[in-house]
């Protein structure tokens, strides 16, 4: 697709799985472009470039490059503040892949280079930008259920160790259900409900070891160093209170990803970890019709491996990114939210490690809207006022 002289140019750092996504998805979208990719592994770096056309450079290389505006941090998590850090501290803005940071103190720390330096900080997941959960975010909005009160949130499997060819990460400090899948989860509850007051929580580690069951390490033991079911407590400031479960030790489950219980009827909102799904609404008892609801990030333009089509519109929170920053507004993704759902996050272990409610210290505002209208100037080939 034709791209415009005046695009954001970014670089990319970490050419694993989710790169491909990343660069396959940015030509679909106005005002970013991908310049170069790099890797700490050249060869990863090199074969990504020839895939998507572009340059394969060293990390360092990218960082002092003058071509660049923004760089995408798809590192793992254990790495994103260090190398965001030398993002920032390169003068160019950041767009980190989820979970933003590790550590409340690491996103302060990050904030604090960015301010003084003029620059933005990103962060995915950007899901909540699909027609769901923003036809979801409409219906809150627009008082169909009354004022939410409760709500229940679940993500539980039996964990990834059956297919992923190395997970030793995910059972690691700084892995587990909440920070891996939780950004998705608490990310969309606070678009839909505002900031959290307080959480608290229990936490068990069922099992002290995963076993790999496929590719070449199949049968190798791999350490859990982080609790693997979390049940969970979230106030929020506008007096909802959530019920959040999340688990690695559940073979099977019945639960609803998320339901919003209002005074005057029930909202179901499917999958955040997905651009797309079913939305129900009862209410009182009674089935409700959904509001017309034509939003360009919702029709299915991507084929998974076992053959369903799903909705995958990743990079659209770098595009809102680049629009914002010359519009000169908030961005959606930004740093002041992906920092609170960290200290949501953190907060929520540390309640599991403690037995006592933790306060929240961070605040957000909800993310705007991003409606039929506001999305479609997102992708390319529409016209973005001035």
């Not at 891996?180 to 068990?204: E, K, T």
Request: contains cysteine.
């Amino acid at each position: 697709m034709t791209q415009s002289a005046s695009d954001l140019r970014l670089g990319l750092i970490g050419a694993g799985n989710i790169s491909s996504s990343y660069l396959g998805r940015a030509p679909h979208y106005n005002g970013i472009r991908f310049v170069a990719v790099a890797d700490r592994d050249p060869a990863a770096a090199e074969a990504r470039a020839a895939e998507f056309g572009i340059e394969a450079r060293s990390v360092d290389a990218l960082l002092d490059s003058d071509d660049i505006d923004l760089i995408v941090n798809l590192t793992v998590p254990a790495a994103h503040f260090d190398i965001s850090r030398r993002i920032l501290q390169s003068g160019k803005h950041v767009y980190s892949e989820k979970p933003y940071v590790l550590t409340l103190e690491e996103g302060r720390a990050l904030a604090a280079i960015a301010a003084e330096a003029g620059l933005r900080v990103g962060s995915a997941p950007d899901t909540f930008f699909g027609t769901s959960h923003q036809l979801a975010r409409h219906i809150l909005d627009s008082g169909a259920i009354g004022r939410v009160t409760s709500g229940t949130c679940a993500v539980m499997s039996s964990g990834m160790e059956s297919w992923h060819p190395n997970p030793d990460f995910f059972f690691l400090k700084g892995g587990g259900p909440v920070l891996d899948l939780g950004p998705y989860y608490i990310s969309n509850l606070v678009q839909l409900l505002g900031p959290v007051a307080r959480v608290a929580a229990l936490a068990a580690t069922p099992s002290t070891t995963r076993t790999i069951g496929s590719a070449a390490r199949k049968g190798q033991q791999v350490p859990v160093e982080t609790p693997t079911t979390i049940h969970a407590l979230l106030e929020f400031h506008n007096g909802a209170i959530i019920s959040f479960q999340s688990s690695w030790d559940v073979h099977q489950h019945d639960l609803q990803p998320m339901a919003l219980y209002g005074t005057e009827g029930t909202l179901h909102v499917p999958d955040p970890n997905f651009f797309d799904g079913a939305v129900r609404v009862t209410r009182r008892a009674e089935p409700a019709a959904l509001p017309d609801w034509d939003h360009p990030l919702g029709p299915a333009n991507r084929m998974t491996n076992d053959g369903r089509h799903v909705a995958d519109y990743r990079a659209a929170g770098l595009a809102d990114m680049a629009l914002a920053i010359a519009q000169d507004r908030p961005h959606r993704c930004n740093d002041e939210v992906a920092l609170h759902v960290v200290e949501v996050m953190t907060a929520i272990l540390q309640s599991g490690e403690e037995g006592r409610f933790v306060p929240m210290t961070t605040t957000c505002a909800r993310p705007e809207a991003l409606d039929p209208a506001a999305a479609g100037l997102l992708l390319a080939g529409r016209t973005v006022p001035a």
